[in-house]
């Protein structure tokens, strides 16, 4: 499958080498914010991996905790307010758009791994496209 992407994309370019120079310019902005695109979604994929990634050990790290024990809860990123332990086998999942379902504690740790191994495939999806869009363009001799 990727060689015939590779395949398609030596026919792009050879077909970009009988552009004229503002065909060229115009295919240059748009592959540029193209670039530009993936470059943003990639860091969002990152920063998403990366707090699902925290989140994960934030429910390992409660399922370790007694009932009872005392600890601050983040109300928002710099807001914490005192609170207790009451049951650390259910708790609230975040699933998008101020919506929470309440699980068990393994249930969400399987929720985290899904999402995670989720976002990775797409980034890897997005770094794959990417590097078509490079071998594309930047393989291109006026």
Known sequence: M???RFASAEMAAEEIQKMS?????GVKEQADMEVNLFQDSLNNIRTATSRLERAAAALHDLSLRPRGKKMLVPLTAS???PGMLDDAEKVLVDVGTGYFVQKTMAEGE???QRK?????SNYDQLQEASSLISFT???VTI
């Open 116 to 120: 995670i191994a989720l976002l990775k």
């Open 137 to 139: 363009f930047f393989n």
């Open 21 to 25: 120079v503002e065909q060229l310019k």
């Open 79 to 81: 807001l914490y307010v």
């Open 2 to 4: 990727v060689s015939e």
């Open 110 to 112: 399987d929720y985290c």
